[in-house]
C-alpha cells in the first residue's frame, strides 16, 4: 500500500521558518522523483520543488528560489522541504507527490499539510 505522510505544517508570521516532512512508504523511493506542491482555494495547483531520482538534483519555482530548500533521505523514504523567510502568499496547502523515474506524471500524492503565514 502506498502512503505518502506530510507533517509539519502549522501557523507562522511572515519571516518565520516552517520544515515540512513527508514519508513515504509501499514504493521504491528512491527510483521515483519527488516534488512538493502547493494549492491555494480557487487556483491551480503549482509545484514548489523537487528532488530528482537519479542525483539529487533540485529545482525550484521562481517565487521560492533562496528561500525554500528540498532534500531527501533516501534511507529514510522522506522528502523535506526547508521554508524560510515565509510570507503570506506561501499560504497554502502544501503536498508531496511521487513520480516514477522516465516518466512525465506524479503519480502518488499525499493528503496535504495546511500552511499558513500571518502578516
Known amino acids: 500500500q502506498v502512503r505518502l505522510v506530510e507533517s509539519g505544517g502549522g501557523l507562522v508570521q511572515t519571516g518565520g521558518s516552517l520544515r515540512l516532512s513527508c514519508a513515504a512508504s509501499?514504493?521504491?523511493?528512491?527510483?521515483?522523483?519527488m516534488g512538493w506542491f502547493r494549492q491555494v482555494p480557487g487556483k491551480e495547483r503549482e509545484i514548489v520543488a523537487r528532488?530528482?531520482?537519479?542525483?539529487?538534483?533540485?529545482d525550484y519555482a521562481d517565487s521560492v528560489k533562496g528561500r525554500f530548500a528540498i532534500s531527501r533521505d533516501n534511507a529514510k523514504n522522506t522528502v523535506y522541504l526547508q521554508m524560510n523567510s515565509l510570507k503570506p502568499e506561501d499560504t497554502a496547502v502544501y503536498y508531496c507527490?511521487?513520480?516514477?523515474?522516465?516518466?512525465?506524471?506524479?503519480?502518488?500524492w499525499g493528503q496535504g499539510t495546511q500552511v499558513t503565514i500571518s502578516s
Open positions: 509501499g514504493f521504491t523511493f528512491s527510483s521515483y522523483t
Open positions: 528532488a530528482s531520482w537519479s542525483n539529487g538534483v533540485t
Open positions: 507527490a511521487a513520480r516514477a523515474k522516465f516518466t512525465n506524471s506524479y503519480n502518488y
